[in-house]
């Protein structure tokens, strides 16, 4: 939800951290993923939206489950705002409500949720219309609340 441009998506940035760390790992789109038998383990990740992981990354965790829940997995989601100063009870709170699926089908070793940014000049027409409403500005305020 209006994230600025310039920044740097998390998935290659935790694949630039493994491969510094001396681990070998490459950043893909699930559309992209390809054979993934070579693979030891995965780190997946979604942006969270309304509470929910987009619709293909969850269709990729549950079409190879299989294959996932005999390897080390872990999960991230990015987009939901820190609106709340009490950062670890939101992270827990601002859980897509796949990630329970997930643990029972895969069992990851952790989820982490990173915080988004709110740029209203990013928002679509029905987002810019909502947040109109007063309650719903102070759901969605104007800030960066990533670390």
Not at 67 to 81: C, E, I, K, N
Not at 87 to 94: D, F, K
Not at 101 to 127: K, S, Y
Request: some cysteine; proline content about 7%; charged content about 25%.
């Amino acid at each position: 939800m209006g994230i600025p441009a310039n920044t740097v998506p998390p998935r290659r940035c935790i694949a630039e951290t493994l491969t510094l760390a001396g681990q070998h790992a490459e950043a893909r789109p699930v559309q992209q993923a390809g054979d993934l038998g070579g693979y030891e383990g995965f780190v997946i990740g979604s942006a969270a939206y309304s509470m929910h992981w987009q619709k293909d990354a969850t269709a990729f965790v549950m079409s190879t489950r299989d294959l996932l829940a005999h390897r080390p997995v872990w999960l991230f989601s990015t987009g939901p705002l820190g609106t709340d100063a009490k950062r670890v009870s939101l992270r827990t709170t601002a859980e897509p409500k796949e990630i329970r699926g997930f643990r029972t089908a895969i069992h990851p070793r952790d989820h982490h949720v990173f915080f988004g940014a709110l740029d209203p000049g990013r928002l679509t027409f029905a987002e810019k219309t909502l947040r109109k409403l007063p309650a719903a500005r102070a759901m969605m305020p104007e800030r960066d609340f990533r670390d």
